[in-house]
T-cell receptor, first 114, second 114 residues
Framework: ETGVTQTPRHLVMGMTNKKSLKCEQHLGHNAMYWYKQSAKKPLELMFVYSLEERVENNSVPSRFSPECPNSSHLFLHLHTLQPEDSALYLC?????????????FGPGTRLTVT | GENVEQHPSTLSVQEGDSAVIKCTYSDSASNYFPWYKQELGKRPQLIIDIRSNVGEKKDQRIAVTLNKTAKHFSLHITETQPEDSAVYFCAAHRWGGALGRLYFGRGTQLTVWP
């Protein structure tokens, strides 16, 4: 599959569970992003990785833990989440500092915390 | 940081009419302004963008205008069709730290009635 892929597409987890979201980009990009999309809110940037180094963490609670093992893969590890964390989690990638700024989004993981 | 305001939050038009969505931004350093379309249950996809050195850009039925002095930009869709129904997000890009960032508006739910 081309572009940006995310797995799983849907996830239901209890507040005591531990799970991970996976993102993979096949575009040769060097920057990757995690966004949270909740109803009636703008897209919230959570984390940014550039060349596998985390360059931004927007005051995200520690129950969300990102990991970027290489420029093609990005994970979001989840533990002891709250019901208000239920949302669509979108991954995106871009080619940093190339003069092009477009971000390509994955299909998202719909997360429900019970 | 940057603050992007988007109006209206909902817009209903009859098929064949035009639709206009407006956004304002706060930081004059922002240099790139994309528009994303997100259909129900799908990922945001770039439909048109404009750089700060251009005042207008058109692609078939869609166009974007930028007024740098007033710090606002608009999306124009002519001859609307039911398949144009979606949520549209504007964004402003600016460099912050080591990486450029996109700041998103809250989105506009466009409904085109046949």
């Amino acid at each position: 599959e081309t572009g940006v892929t995310q797995t799983p597409r849907h996830l239901v987890m209890g507040m005591t569970n531990k799970k991970s979201l996976k993102c993979e980009q096949h575009l040769g990009h060097n920057a990757m992003y995690w966004y949270k999309q909740s109803a009636k809110k703008p897209l919230e940037l959570m984390f940014v990785y550039s060349l596998e180094e985390r360059v931004e963490n927007n005051s995200v609670p520690s129950r969300f833990s990102p990991e970027c093992p290489n420029s093609s893969h990005l994970f979001l590890h989840l533990h002891t989440l709250q019901p208000e964390d239920s949302a669509l989690y979108l991954c995106a990638s871009s080619q940093d500092r190339s003069g092009t700024y477009e971000q390509y989004f994955g299909p998202g993981t719909r997360l429900t915390v019970t | 940081g940057e603050n992007v305001e988007q109006h209206p939050s909902t817009l209903s038009v009859q098929e064949g009419d035009s639709a206009v969505i407006k956004c304002t931004y706060s930081d004059s350093a922002s240099n790139y302004f994309p528009w994303y379309k997100q259909e129900l249950g799908k990922r945001p996809q770039l439909i048109i963008d404009i750089r700060s050195n251009v005042g207008e850009k058109k692609d078939q039925r869609i166009a974007v205008t930028l007024n740098k002095t007033a710090k606002h930009f608009s999306l124009h869709i002519t001859e609307t069709q039911p398949e144009d129904s979606a949520v549209y997000f504007c964004a402003a890009h600016r460099w912050g730290g080591a990486l450029g960032r996109l700041y998103f508006g809250r989105g506009t739910q466009l409904t085109v009635w046949p």
